[in-house]
Structure formats: C-alpha cells, structure tokens
C-alpha cells in the first residue's frame, strides 16, 4: 500500500510541475509577444510614424481611457481619434520624445487562452535641442488584450495616476551668486540688532523684546499660522522659550537689505536647541526673514516670517 502512495505522489508531482512548467513557458512566450506589440506601438507613434501597421497592435474596437484624477471625468478616445493623434504628431513640428518602461514594472497576466492583461509604469521625455532630456510625465497603464486566430490584438487602455510635475527632473537647482554685504555700515546695524534681540531672547529679558518688538508686530509662521498680536507673541514666548530653548545664528549666512524709506530685511538661518533634550540632539537649520523698522534710529522688528 506504501509503495503504490509513493508511486501516485510521483506521478501527480510529475503531472504537476509538467503542467506549471508549460503554463510558465507559455506565460513568458505570451510576456514576449505582448512586448514587442509595446515597443512597436511606440516606435510608431515616436519614431517611424508608420500608422499603417497599428493594425497589428490595435483591434478595430479599441478604446483608449485616460483617467483624470477625482478633479475630472476619465476621458475616452477611438482608435480613430487615437490614430489621428500619432498622424498630428508626425506632421507637426514638435518636440522628438523618448519613452521608457519603469524598471521591471512591466507585468503580463494571461486571463484565459483568448483574454490577457498588461500593466506597466512609464516616462514620457521631451528631447531638447541643445542636448539632453526633460521629463514630462510618469504614468501607470492596464491593457486588455484578446487573441485573434494566432496574433493579439489590443482592446484597450487606461492610463492613470499621471503625474506631469518634476520642478526638479533634469534641472538642477538654481544657486544664486553669493551674497556680499553692500558697502554701507547697514549689515553691521542689523547683525548687531540681531545680537542683541537673541540675546535677550535667550535670556528671557522681556523688557527688551517689549522694546524691539512693534506695536504694530505681525509673526508669520509656516506651522502654527499668523500672529498679529504683540501681547500674545510674547507671552508665547514667556511660556514656551524662557528657559527652555535657546537660539544661535548660523554663521555665515546672514543677509541684508535696505529697504528704502522704512529700514531694512534681514534674511539668514537659524538653529534653536531644546535644553529639554538630551544634549547633543542635532538641530536643523530654519530660514528666517525679519523686516526691520528704523524710526529716528530706533529699530524694531514689524514683521517675522519663519520658515521650518
């Protein structure tokens, strides 16, 4: 009775990976042949603007849909209309384009022997005339395919979650020229009314604070919002500062700028250390922007945005 178990647990083991093993080959073959229906389609559209073999992509019913995001209806489009588009391009003059796959993204699911499924990620680039590429969208994509006799056809298509903004894809930064100080004595006025705000601020010296701050003071911060009450900001600052945070100016990047007529604008980065915190926690740097208010030369600051 052993012998006859072991016998059929071999034998359906065998039947087993002989079955799995063709549908993976068949798999893969199928993988293949929808690939290169991909590469055609876009070796068309981008490069040899031969519509008259999107016959051998396209079935006569496709329909191509664009998802639109929650603003706006998913658009559609024939193949008429979707031919029409490659034939623009191809006789307009715009720009030369560049399409990838993303990675390994690219995913064949067979459905059944007539029916399959391909889904992928891909980028779109712009080729610039003085040399280079700029990318100007990334997209996921689901087609349907069916079986045709021996060949495959493509139903249709829906591409969505696009995404058309990359402020920094190819483009490097822009970093302004360094700053340098104007000739006139203005930077040292400001570097020392710094000092000795900061100074008090880390000392909790509220009367000079009370002193430098305007009547009229307005504190715009990027996570708690605008504070336009004077009383309110230093009591704040008497609750949640005094004796427990500190200030330093990050050396080196101070800047400043006369404001004709009113007084100056102060533009630099800061760190602040919470004596609450084990010593040694890093500090990230935050960028600042103080409007100074000269008025027969007393300065006070009328405006503080600060920026995490």
Known sequence: ?????????????????????????????LYRTLKAKDSLLFDIAFHSCDVQRLHEVFAPDFVFYHDNGSDGPTGTQSLASFIENIQHRCTSHTPEMRREIAGNSLQVIPVNHQEAIQTGIQRLYVLMEQGGERLVEESKFTRNWKREGNDWKMVSELDYAVKTSFPDAGQPRYAPNPYVPSAEPLYDVIARQDSLFFHAYNNCDMETMTNTFSDSLEFYHDQTGLSASKKDVLESTHKNICGKVSRELVPGSLEVYPIHGYGAVEIAYHRFHNNQQPVGTPSKASKFIVLWKNTDGHWQISRVISLH
């Not at 059929?8 to 065998?14: K, N, S």
């Open 1 to 29: 009775m052993l012998k006859h178990i072991k016998l059929f647990t071999i034998i359906t083991g065998t039947l087993f990976l002989q079955a799995t093993g063709a549908r993976g080959q068949a798999t893969t073959a």
